[in-house]
Nanobody, 123 residues
Framework: QVQLVESGGGLVQAGGSLRLSCAAS????????MGWFRQAPGKEREFVAGISWGGAGTYYPDSVKGRFTISRDNAKNTVYLQMTSLKPEDTAVYYC????????????????WGQGTQVTVSS
């Protein structure tokens, strides 16, 4: 298992930007596909971004495509989520997750999770 710690959440106005970070430790980070999920109160968890081992492959659902960008720095054992043009409906707790294998485009199989960071977008 890899241990994950998110940071960077906060309160932002609609149209603004935030960058979330997720620091990993415990295992060889580059062996893991990484993902970001979010969950708003009363809603199901949503997979919002995935990235391959080396970072060349990325996935986004239509709800965030063109606004969110996932990236990773394997030398720093860190994955990022750059969020722009934020909307009130992006308000949620955002979680970083890791899984063995390289199916970064699939929301299943993520076995390691961070504690989450709150993102609140005001209108």
């Amino acid at each position: 298992q890899v241990q994950l710690v998110e940071s960077g959440g906060g309160l932002v106005q609609a149209g603004g930007s935030l960058r979330l970070s997720c620091a990993a430790s415990g295992r060889t980070f580059s062996n893991y596909a990484m993902g970001w999920f979010r969950q708003a109160p009363g809603k199901e968890r949503e997979f919002v971004a995935g990235i391959s081992w080396g970072g060349a492959g990325t996935y986004y659902p239509d709800s965030v495509k063109g606004r969110f960008t996932i990236s990773r720095d394997n030398a720093k054992n860190t994955v990022y989520l750059q969020m722009t043009s934020l909307k009130p409906e992006d308000t949620a707790v955002y979680y970083c997750a890791a899984k063995r294998g390289n199916a970064y485009y699939s929301e299943t199989g993520f076995a390691s999770w961070g504690q989450g960071t709150q993102v609140t977008v005001s209108s």
